[in-house]
């Protein structure tokens, strides 16, 4: 099990950049495979990126390919999303996931209900 704190949110201009940190506790970590999600109000949450435990392997949603980056530094327990151009329906609650891994290939999971622990969320806010 991985405590998670997301940060880093805040309010931007569409065209924009922002970068969210996610700064996880556990002495396992470098065994999780890591996600980010958001939620927009009245909108059901959606996956946005997904990163292997090594950090060898990445999937996007295609509404940000291309546009964010995900990344892991497993020496700090840091997960990172990178987001640039960013568009008002960006905006929403940014949340941080993890899942064990343990020792298996990588599978990416799009799905919120693979993930086991999740934190907060940091509110990002894109005005046109």
């Known amino acids: 099990q991985v405590q998670l704190v997301e940060s880093g949110g805040g309010l931007v201009q569409a065209g924009g950049s922002l970068i969210l940190s996610c700064a996880a506790s556990?002495?396992?970590?470098?065994?999780?495979?890591m996600a980010w999600f958001r939620q927009a109000p009245g909108k059901e949450r959606e996956f946005v990126s997904t990163?292997?435990?090594?950090?060898?392997?990445?999937l996007y949603a295609e509404s940000v390919l291309g546009r964010f980056t995900i990344s892991t530094d497993n020496a700090k327990n840091m997960v990172y999303l990178t987001m640039s151009s960013l568009k008002p329906e960006d905006t929403g609650n940014y949340y941080c996931?993890?899942?064990?891994?343990?020792?298996?290939?990588?599978?990416?999971?799009?799905?919120?209900?693979?993930?086991?622990?999740w934190g907060q969320g940091t509110q990002v806010t894109v005005s046109s």
């Open positions: 556990g002495r396992t970590f470098s065994s999780y495979a």
């Open positions: 996931a993890a899942r064990n891994q343990g020792g298996s290939l990588f599978m990416p999971k799009k799905n919120g209900y693979d993930y086991t622990d």
């Open positions: 990163i292997s435990a090594r950090g060898d392997y990445t």
